[in-house]
């Protein structure tokens, strides 16, 4: 396993309340639900980088307001015309 380390400033902390621990770990889902949400990870792998089970990942996109279903334009269209 990797360990990285990024240097911040200990007012991050206490800013938003959180102990360095719950810190790392909610910035961990934050980047996994932007990632998931910009179609760049599948669940799978968001809710691994999350450090979750993926029901725990849908429930942090849920609590998030993100959908847990990728659809584009483009998909949605084929489908349709797939449908005729």
Known sequence: MLNLSIPLHESVFSALHLAPEEFVQEMRVAAAIQWYAQARI???????????????????????????????????????????
């Open 42 to 84: 599948s669940q799978n792998k968001a809710a691994e980088i999350a450090g979750l089970s993926r029901a725990d990942f849908i429930r942090a996109l849920s609590d998030a307001r993100v959908s847990p279903f990728q659809v584009t334009a483009e998909s949605l269209r084929e489908e349709m015309s797939d449908a005729d």
